[in-house]
C-alpha cells in the first residue's frame, strides 16, 4: 500500500470508529529520517578507508541506521494508557514510518514526545514497547540515553530530525558500526558466534576525563569510556569493543587482565608489555582495524600520540618531539610491542592483491574461531594455551600460534610472526 493509501485508511478507521462509537480518537502516519553531523576526530580519508569524507552528505551528515524511536503521546489528560506509544526503527539510511493513534482525542494536533533512543535492536517494524537491545549507550548514572524533543502531529507528519553530535550518537554510530563490519560481516565475513552471544551490551560514556580519552572493557558486556572520548578518539570505542569480541571468543564473562600485567599505569603502541597484555591489547586493536579499513587498504595507517602507525608495514614513524619509532621485524622482543601483535593479525586478515605476506583471505571469523578453540577450565599448572590459563605470559601470541587451525596453516602464521617481530616470547 501507497503511503497515501495507509493515511486514508487511517482516516477512514478514525471516522467510522467515531460514527459508531462516539469515541474521540485521531490517527495518522509519521515519517521521515534521522541524520548525526559527522564530527568525529581520528577518522582517516587514506584510500581504503571505510570512513571516506564522501561518503557524508554535503552538509556533513551521515544516516543515523536502524536506531530505536520511541513516539509517546501526552493525551488530553497527560500520559494515559489508551494512548500507547510507538517505536519503530529506522532503516539502514536512517529513515523510518510509522502509523499512530490517540484515543484521547479529536481533533488535530497531537501532542508527542519523540525520544530518539540510543539503542539498537536486530527487530524491525512497529512495535507498542522496547524489543530486547542488542547495544544501547548509557549514561554514568545507569540510565539508558535518549534525545527528546515535542512533537505535533497531524493526520500526516514529516519529521527529519539531525543529531549536531555529542558523546551518545558518536557512541552509537561507531557501535553499530562496529557491529556492522565486525560481528555481522560488512568487512570480511559474518561470525555467528558473536552475532548469538555479542547482545545487551551496555557503552557507558561519560566518566571522568582522568588523562584523555581513554576507555575499559571490564566484562564481555560492558564497554566504559570517558567524556568526549567517542567524538574525539573513536578508534577508543572500536578497540574497547575489540576486547568485547576478545572475552566472548574466548568465553569468558570477566576481562582477564590485571593492572599487574601491564608494565606500567598507562600503555601505548609501542611501550614494552608483558606478553599477555601486548597481544590482547593488539587483538582488540585488530578488531578495531576491522572496524577503520577495509581489507584491501594499500596503507591502514593511525596517527597515534604523535606517531604514524602504518600496520601493513608494521612501522611507526615519529612525526614530533617525544615520539617513539618502530619497526617491528627490527624491534627488540616485537611480542612484547602491542601495535606489532596488532600488525600480525592484519596480516592474517588483508587480501590484497600484491601483498607480502604467505596467507591471505582470512577473516575476522578465523581469528574468532581460533580464540574459541582454547580448551576452557584446564586445571592448573597444565593451563598452558587455555582461555583460564594464569600468568603474564598466558594468551599470548605463542598460545594463539598453538590454538590455530588448520595445523599446516601454522608454518604460514609463523612467518607472519617472523616479518612482525614476533617469533620469540615463552613457548
Not at 218 to 239: D, F, Q, S
Request: aromatic share 8%; with cysteine; net charge negative.
Amino acid at each position: 500500500m501507497t503511503r497515501s493509501g495507509v493515511i486514508l485508511t487511517v482516516l477512514l478507521l478514525t471516522v467510522l470508529a467515531g460514527a459508531g462509537d462516539a469515541v474521540a480518537s485521531i490517527g495518522g502516519v509519521v515519517d521521515g529520517c534521522v541524520r548525526m553531523k559527522e564530527t568525529r576526530g581520528q577518522l582517516t580519508d587514506a584510500a581504503g578507508s571505510l570512513h571516506r569524507a564522501d561518503k557524508a552528505n554535503p552538509d556533513g551528515t551521515i544516516p543515523v541506521p536502524e536506531v530505536m524511536i520511541r513516539f509517546s503521546f501526552e493525551g488530553v489528560d497527560g500520559p494515559e494508557p489508551r494512548v500507547a506509544p510507538v517505536y519503530i526503527r529506522t532503516d539502514a539510511q536512517g529513515c523510518y514510518s510509522a502509523t499512530w493513534t490517540d484515543a484521547t482525542r479529536d481533533m488535530f494536533p497531537a501532542r508527542a514526545r519523540m525520544t530518539i533512543l540510543w539503542s539498537h535492536t536486530d527487530v524491525s517494524g512497529q512495535r507498542d514497547r522496547m524489543p530486547p537491545a542488542i547495544f544501547s549507550i548509557y549514561g554514568m548514572t545507569g540510565q539508558a540515553l535518549g534525545t527528546t524533543q515535542i512533537v505535533d502531529l497531524f493526520a500526516a507528519t514529516k519529521i527529519d530530525r539531525t543529531i549536531t553530535g555529542g558523546d551518545a550518537a558518536a557512541a552509537f554510530i561507531t557501535t553499530w558500526e562496529f557491529f556492522d563490519r565486525v560481528v555481522n560481516g560488512g568487512n570480511g565475513a559474518r561470525s555467528e558466534r558473536l552475532v548469538k552471544a555479542m547482545r545487551g551490551i551496555r557503552i557507558v560514556t561519560g566518566l571522568p576525563t582522568v588523562s584523555g580519552s581513554w576507555g575499559l572493557a571490564p566484562t564481555a558486556k560492558e564497554v566504559l569510556v570517558a567524556a568526549r572520548t567517542p567524538v574525539r578518539t573513536p578508534w577508543t570505542v572500536a578497540h574497547e569493543l575489540g576486547h568485547l569480541a576478545t572475552w566472548t571468543a574466548l568465553g569468558l564473562q570477566i576481562a582477564p587482565l590485571l593492572p599487574t600485567d601491564y608494565v606500567g599505569l598507562t600503555w601505548e603502541f609501542t611501550t614494552r608489555e608483558t606478553e599477555r597484555a601486548a597481544f590482547l591489547e593488539g587483538m582488540a586493536s585488530f578488531f578495531a582495524m576491522v572496524w577503520m579499513w577495509e581489507r584491501t587498504a594499500a596503507a591502514p595507517t593511525l596517527y597515534r600520540s604523535g606517531t604514524r602507525f602504518d600496520f601493513e608495514a608494521a612501522t611507526g614513524t615519529g612525526e614530533g618531539s617525544g615520539t617513539t619509532p618502530i619497526t617491528c621485524a627490527e624491534v627488540s622482543a616485537g611480542w612484547e610491542r602491542p601495535f606489532c601483535n596488532a600488525a600480525a593479525l592484519w596480516d592474517v586478515f588483508d587480501a590484497r592483491t600484491a601483498d607480502d605476506d604467505p596467507m591471505i583471505d582470512l577473516t575476522q571469523v578465523d581469528v574468532a574461531e581460533t580464540l574459541d578453540r582454547y580448551p576452557d577450565k584446564c586445571p592448573p599448572p597444565a593451563s598452558d594455551g587455555c582461555a583460564n590459563e594464569v600468568g603474564v605470559s598466558g594468551l599470548s601470541s605463542t598460545d594463539f600460534l598453538r590454538n590455530f587451525h588448520p595445523p599446516a596453516a601454522r608454518r604460514a602464521l609463523m612467518s607472519i610472526y617472523e616479518a612482525n617481530g614476533l617469533a620469540g616470547g615463552v613457548p
